[in-house]
T-cell receptor
Framework: NAGVMQNPRHLVRRRGQEARLRCSPM?????VYWYRQLPEEGLKFMVY????????ESGMPKERFSAEFPKEGPSILRIQQVVRGDSAAYFC?????????????FGQGTRLTVV | TQLLEQSPQFLSIQEGENLTVYCNSS?????LQWYRQEPGEGPVLLVT?????EVKKLKRLTFQFGDARKDSSLHITAAQPGDTGLYLC???????????FGQGTTLQVKP
Protein backbone atom coordinates (compact mmCIF):
# COMPACT_ATOMS: atom_id res chain seq x y z
CA ASN A 1 0.00 0.00 0.00
CA ALA A 2 1.83 3.07 -1.24
CA GLY A 3 2.06 6.01 1.11
CA VAL A 4 1.27 9.61 0.35
CA MET A 5 3.10 10.56 -2.83
CA GLN A 6 4.19 14.11 -3.52
CA ASN A 7 5.90 15.41 -6.60
CA PRO A 8 8.11 16.95 -7.48
CA ARG A 9 10.42 16.48 -4.49
CA HIS A 10 12.32 19.63 -5.40
CA LEU A 11 11.10 22.57 -7.44
CA VAL A 12 13.00 25.68 -8.46
CA ARG A 13 11.08 28.64 -9.82
CA ARG A 14 12.07 32.18 -10.74
CA ARG A 15 10.19 35.05 -9.17
CA GLY A 16 6.91 35.61 -10.99
CA GLN A 17 6.54 32.04 -12.26
CA GLU A 18 3.89 29.55 -11.21
CA ALA A 19 4.49 26.55 -8.98
CA ARG A 20 2.30 23.46 -9.06
CA LEU A 21 2.67 20.91 -6.29
CA ARG A 22 0.96 17.53 -6.53
CA CYS A 23 -0.20 15.13 -3.85
CA SER A 24 -1.64 11.65 -4.29
CA PRO A 25 -3.18 10.50 -1.00
CA MET A 26 -2.95 6.99 0.35
CA UNK A 27 -5.29 4.53 -1.31
CA UNK A 28 -8.77 4.90 0.07
CA UNK A 29 -8.11 8.26 1.71
CA UNK A 30 -10.42 11.06 0.68
CA UNK A 31 -9.19 13.74 3.11
CA VAL A 32 -6.16 15.83 2.16
CA TYR A 33 -4.34 18.50 4.16
CA TRP A 34 -1.58 20.84 2.99
CA TYR A 35 1.02 22.29 5.36
CA ARG A 36 3.97 24.64 4.91
CA GLN A 37 7.24 24.38 6.81
CA LEU A 38 9.94 27.03 7.01
CA PRO A 39 13.49 25.96 7.95
CA GLU A 40 13.88 24.77 11.56
CA GLU A 41 10.19 25.38 12.25
CA GLY A 42 7.04 23.36 12.75
CA LEU A 43 4.39 22.90 10.13
CA LYS A 44 1.67 25.48 9.52
CA PHE A 45 -1.73 24.35 8.30
CA MET A 46 -2.82 25.77 4.96
CA VAL A 47 -5.89 24.00 3.62
CA TYR A 48 -8.09 20.94 4.08
CA UNK A 49 -9.88 19.37 1.14
CA UNK A 50 -12.16 16.47 0.45
CA UNK A 51 -12.90 15.24 -3.05
CA UNK A 52 -14.05 18.25 -5.11
CA UNK A 53 -14.53 20.40 -1.99
CA UNK A 54 -12.45 22.86 0.00
CA UNK A 55 -13.48 22.38 3.61
CA UNK A 56 -11.13 24.73 5.47
CA GLU A 57 -8.76 27.20 3.84
CA SER A 58 -8.15 29.33 6.90
CA GLY A 59 -4.37 28.94 6.61
CA MET A 60 -4.09 29.89 2.96
CA PRO A 61 -2.72 33.30 1.97
CA LYS A 62 -5.51 35.37 0.45
CA GLU A 63 -3.75 35.95 -2.83
CA ARG A 64 -1.76 33.83 -5.31
CA PHE A 65 -2.45 30.50 -3.53
CA SER A 66 -5.12 28.01 -4.50
CA ALA A 67 -5.79 24.33 -3.98
CA GLU A 68 -7.98 21.69 -5.52
CA PHE A 69 -8.73 18.01 -5.09
CA PRO A 70 -10.59 16.86 -8.20
CA LYS A 71 -12.75 13.78 -8.48
CA GLU A 72 -9.99 12.07 -10.41
CA GLY A 73 -6.28 12.65 -9.97
CA PRO A 74 -4.06 14.19 -7.32
CA SER A 75 -4.61 17.21 -5.16
CA ILE A 76 -2.86 20.31 -6.51
CA LEU A 77 -1.48 23.25 -4.57
CA ARG A 78 -0.91 26.13 -6.96
CA ILE A 79 1.14 29.22 -6.25
CA GLN A 80 0.98 31.98 -8.83
CA GLN A 81 3.61 34.67 -9.31
CA VAL A 82 5.94 33.17 -6.73
CA VAL A 83 8.08 35.39 -4.50
CA ARG A 84 11.19 34.54 -2.49
CA GLY A 85 9.12 34.31 0.69
CA ASP A 86 7.27 31.33 -0.80
CA SER A 87 10.45 29.25 -0.52
CA ALA A 88 9.64 26.47 1.93
CA ALA A 89 8.84 22.78 2.21
CA TYR A 90 5.22 21.98 1.42
CA PHE A 91 3.78 18.81 2.91
CA CYS A 92 0.62 16.97 2.11
CA UNK A 93 -1.10 14.60 4.52
CA UNK A 94 -4.05 12.31 4.00
CA UNK A 95 -6.46 10.56 6.33
CA UNK A 96 -9.15 7.97 6.03
CA UNK A 97 -11.77 9.97 7.86
CA UNK A 98 -12.39 13.35 9.42
CA UNK A 99 -12.06 13.93 13.13
CA UNK A 100 -9.97 15.36 15.93
CA UNK A 101 -8.09 12.13 16.69
CA UNK A 102 -7.78 10.82 13.16
CA UNK A 103 -4.32 9.70 12.15
CA UNK A 104 -2.87 11.54 9.19
CA UNK A 105 -0.03 10.23 7.04
CA PHE A 106 2.46 12.68 5.55
CA GLY A 107 4.22 12.66 2.24
CA GLN A 108 7.91 13.43 1.81
CA GLY A 109 7.21 16.99 0.82
CA THR A 110 8.05 19.32 -2.04
CA ARG A 111 10.87 21.73 -1.41
CA LEU A 112 10.22 24.93 -3.32
CA THR A 113 13.06 27.33 -3.94
CA VAL A 114 12.30 30.67 -5.54
CA VAL A 115 15.32 32.36 -7.12
CA THR B 1 -5.44 31.15 19.03
CA GLN B 2 -4.21 27.76 20.16
CA LEU B 3 -0.46 27.55 20.54
CA LEU B 4 1.92 24.73 21.34
CA GLU B 5 5.24 25.73 22.85
CA GLN B 6 8.08 23.23 22.70
CA SER B 7 11.25 23.31 24.73
CA PRO B 8 14.09 23.17 24.34
CA GLN B 9 14.34 24.30 20.75
CA PHE B 10 17.74 22.69 20.23
CA LEU B 11 19.44 19.86 22.09
CA SER B 12 22.87 18.37 21.48
CA ILE B 13 23.88 15.44 23.67
CA GLN B 14 26.26 12.50 23.76
CA GLU B 15 25.21 8.96 23.00
CA GLY B 16 23.90 7.23 26.10
CA GLU B 17 22.49 10.33 27.80
CA ASN B 18 18.85 10.79 28.71
CA LEU B 19 16.71 13.74 27.64
CA THR B 20 13.23 15.18 27.95
CA VAL B 21 11.36 17.38 25.48
CA TYR B 22 8.33 19.39 26.60
CA CYS B 23 5.22 20.54 24.80
CA ASN B 24 3.03 23.08 26.62
CA SER B 25 -0.15 24.99 25.92
CA SER B 26 -2.76 27.06 27.71
CA UNK B 27 -5.46 25.18 25.80
CA UNK B 28 -6.99 21.81 26.56
CA UNK B 29 -6.72 19.22 23.81
CA UNK B 30 -8.65 16.03 23.23
CA UNK B 31 -5.46 14.39 22.03
CA LEU B 32 -1.86 15.16 21.30
CA GLN B 33 0.53 13.58 18.83
CA TRP B 34 4.30 13.33 18.63
CA TYR B 35 6.11 13.16 15.30
CA ARG B 36 9.72 12.67 14.30
CA GLN B 37 11.03 14.23 11.13
CA GLU B 38 14.37 13.49 9.50
CA PRO B 39 16.05 15.95 7.10
CA GLY B 40 14.45 15.88 3.68
CA GLU B 41 11.54 13.73 4.83
CA GLY B 42 8.00 14.20 6.05
CA PRO B 43 6.91 13.84 9.69
CA VAL B 44 6.30 10.31 10.90
CA LEU B 45 3.80 9.72 13.69
CA LEU B 46 5.33 8.21 16.83
CA VAL B 47 2.38 8.19 19.21
CA THR B 48 -1.03 9.65 20.00
CA UNK B 49 -1.99 10.30 23.63
CA UNK B 50 -5.64 10.77 24.46
CA UNK B 51 -6.30 10.40 28.18
CA UNK B 52 -5.10 12.86 30.83
CA UNK B 53 -2.20 11.31 32.76
CA GLU B 54 -1.64 8.69 30.08
CA VAL B 55 1.84 7.23 29.67
CA LYS B 56 2.89 5.37 26.54
CA LYS B 57 6.19 3.66 25.87
CA LEU B 58 7.81 2.99 22.52
CA LYS B 59 11.09 1.14 23.16
CA ARG B 60 13.36 3.81 24.71
CA LEU B 61 10.81 6.59 24.25
CA THR B 62 8.28 7.44 26.97
CA PHE B 63 5.41 9.81 26.23
CA GLN B 64 3.23 11.42 28.88
CA PHE B 65 0.05 13.47 28.57
CA GLY B 66 -0.57 15.92 31.40
CA ASP B 67 -3.48 15.36 33.76
CA ALA B 68 -5.19 18.52 32.50
CA ARG B 69 -4.48 17.60 28.85
CA LYS B 70 -2.63 20.87 28.28
CA ASP B 71 0.91 19.56 28.12
CA SER B 72 2.99 16.55 27.17
CA SER B 73 6.53 15.30 27.44
CA LEU B 74 8.77 12.96 25.51
CA HIS B 75 11.58 11.26 27.41
CA ILE B 76 14.33 9.34 25.63
CA THR B 77 16.50 6.96 27.60
CA ALA B 78 20.04 6.18 26.52
CA ALA B 79 19.86 8.25 23.35
CA GLN B 80 21.48 6.89 20.20
CA PRO B 81 22.71 8.68 17.06
CA GLY B 82 19.73 7.21 15.22
CA ASP B 83 17.44 9.30 17.44
CA THR B 84 18.76 12.47 15.78
CA GLY B 85 15.98 14.47 14.15
CA LEU B 86 13.29 17.06 14.61
CA TYR B 87 10.63 16.14 17.19
CA LEU B 88 7.27 17.81 16.77
CA CYS B 89 4.22 17.80 18.97
CA UNK B 90 0.85 18.45 17.37
CA UNK B 91 -2.76 18.71 18.42
CA UNK B 92 -6.02 18.61 16.58
CA UNK B 93 -7.86 21.89 16.05
CA UNK B 94 -11.61 21.60 15.73
CA UNK B 95 -13.18 18.49 14.26
CA UNK B 96 -11.68 18.62 10.79
CA UNK B 97 -8.50 16.72 11.56
CA UNK B 98 -6.22 19.67 10.86
CA UNK B 99 -3.23 19.87 13.19
CA UNK B 100 -1.49 22.65 15.06
CA PHE B 101 2.22 21.96 15.44
CA GLY B 102 4.77 23.13 17.95
CA GLN B 103 7.89 24.74 16.53
CA GLY B 104 9.85 21.55 17.10
CA THR B 105 12.89 20.37 19.03
CA THR B 106 16.00 19.64 16.99
CA LEU B 107 17.89 16.78 18.65
CA GLN B 108 21.44 15.86 17.80
CA VAL B 109 22.96 12.77 19.39
CA LYS B 110 26.72 12.55 18.99
CA PRO B 111 28.43 9.15 18.91
Amino acid sequence: NAGVMQNPRHLVRRRGQEARLRCSPMKGHSHVYWYRQLPEEGLKFMVYLQKENIIDESGMPKERFSAEFPKEGPSILRIQQVVRGDSAAYFCASSLKQGANTEAFFGQGTRLTVV
Amino acid sequence: TQLLEQSPQFLSIQEGENLTVYCNSSSVFSSLQWYRQEPGEGPVLLVTVVTGGEVKKLKRLTFQFGDARKDSSLHITAAQPGDTGLYLCAAGSGNTGKLIFGQGTTLQVKP
